[in-house]
């Protein structure tokens, strides 16, 4: 995928397996700002194309070269503030990490993202159906969500009274929507947008594994594999603000 300019922000596509931010391991920040070398990309497979294109078109962009992005991030911002990023995702998830133009644009995305007013898309492949007994092709999950109390590297979501059991500290109340957007009864494999506004981590995987539909390569709430895991961050909206629980 291109890395791409809009009139206030840079998109600039992470692979999987690597931190975004600053942390024990190496990063992506530090890849992007401190090596000439960038840590390989993944590309979309060739059947998401039509995403982009039809389903969710993304408009007022053009690509950008690299070290064009860097310095003028690095005229703008420091590592104390990251370099402008705006958004993290997991280490085994690829996609776009978002980064503001100008400290302005920062301070506006960080205040409307405490009002829950910044809706984040992603594109995900799950094993099953969800929808095989409904002609709908849209839900939301809102399951409770928080630690687990155990094991330090997993979220649990609370469904009945003995899922209370397992689980520590604050509960939190996020908001996962998915639509449907192509199923191979072939592959039992579902291809979805997904959409969180309200979100905690984990929260995707953990929401489309509360379905029994866990994304593919998932070794933390599925499979255990050691491949890619099939969710991308494609896009995000600052248009409306989803209502708060």
Known sequence: MPNIETPDYYLVWKPHHIPSSFWKEKSFLEYLTNTKTLAPNIVLPDEFGFFLKNKFPIRDYKAININEIIKNLKSEFSTENEYG???????????????????????????????????????????????????????????????????????????????????????????????LIQYDTKTNISSMVVAIARWVRHQIRLHLSSIWCPIIWDNLYGEKQKWNLHLRSLWFSLNSCWQTQ
Request: net charge positive; glycine share 2%.
């Open 85 to 179: 990023l705006l958004n993290r995702l997991d280490n085994e998830t690829a996609g776009y990490l978002y980064f503001a133009k100008s400290r302005q644009i920062y301070d506006k995305y960080k205040s409307l993202q405490k009002q829950w007013c910044v809706n984040k898309y992603y594109l995900a492949q799950v094993y099953w159906n969800p929808f095989f007994k409904t002609e709908k092709t849209i839900m939301s999950i809102d399951y409770p969500v928080m630690h687990h109390r155990f094991d330090d590297k997993r979220m649990i979501t609370i469904k009945t009274d003995k899922d209370k059991r397992k689980w520590r500290w604050q509960i939190k109340l996020p908001k996962t929507s998915v639509e």
